[in-house]
């Protein structure tokens, strides 16, 4: 079935380090892809979605590139802060359901 | 403001005392959903209802059922719980059509001894 794989954690970087979270998924069609983010004592937060091949989602500085010839969506970042410290969940829509599919998590500290 | 709202955030129970967790959504959305989130294994999708009467299975139900006797309410039963049931557990809804993120609460924190 439908799944996503991404970086184990914890990632502990620098204010101001370049950050990369790597997913990968594996899905029939052309599912939807997003990133997630959980701050502490939150639920999961809508961070950036992409829809289809090579489009690119991106807010708060953060961006994710849809690229079907790697099955990948890798999270990054140019100037990490201290506030962007938190769980990131890659996760998968696929095309003709409502079933939406997780990684495990990444936990990123940032550290001043 | 648009959320999801579930109670309680904290619950602390002995083994095979039932239990209730409420989850409402005021977003009129048709889809919705429950997850338990566990260490290094992300979030696993419990059971999810389509529609109003619509349920279904998902990953882990085994100790679990739901029920959707309205749009907005998704309360999630464990009738005899267990310790391997303590975990932290989210409800989300969607509009449930095409690319739609899923909006989650604020999660609910259950220990079972």
């Known amino acids: 079935g439908d799944s996503v794989t991404q970086m184990e954690g914890p990632v502990t970087l620098s204010e101001e380090a370049f950050l990369t979270i790597n997913c990968t998924y594996t899905a029939t069609g052309y599912p939807s892809l997003f990133w997630y983010v959980q701050y502490p004592g939150e639920g999961l937060q809508l961070l950036l979605k992409?829809?289809?091949?090579?489009d690119k989602g991106s807010n708060k500085g953060f961006e994710a590139t849809y690229r079907k010839e790697t099955t990948s969506f890798h999270l990054e970042k140019g100037s990490v802060q201290v506030s962007d410290s938190a769980v990131y969940f890659c996760?998968?829509?696929?095309?003709?359901?409502?079933?939406?599919?997780f990684g495990a998590g990444t936990r990123l500290t940032v550290k001043p | 403001e648009a959320q999801v709202t579930q109670n309680p955030r904290y619950l602390i129970t002995v083994t095979g005392k039932k239990l209730t967790v409420t989850c409402s959504q005021n977003?009129?959305?048709?889809?919705m959903s429950w997850y338990r989130q566990d260490p290094g294994l992300g979030l696993r999708q419990i059971y999810y209802s389509m529609n109003v009467e619509v349920t279904d299975k998902g990953d882990v139900p085994e100790g679990y059922k739901v029920s959707r006797k309205e749009k907005r309410n998704f309360p999630l039963i464990l009738e005899s719980p267990s310790p391997n049931q303590t975990s932290l557990y989210f409800c989300?809804?969607?509009?449930?059509?095409?690319?739609?993120?899923?909006?989650f609460g604020n999660g609910t924190r259950l220990t079972v001894t």
């Open positions: 992409a829809t289809k091949a090579d």
């Open positions: 989300a809804s969607s509009p449930g059509q095409g690319d739609s993120p899923l909006h």
């Open positions: 996760a998968l829509l696929p095309y003709n359901n409502n079933d939406m599919r």
């Open positions: 977003m009129n959305h048709e889809y």
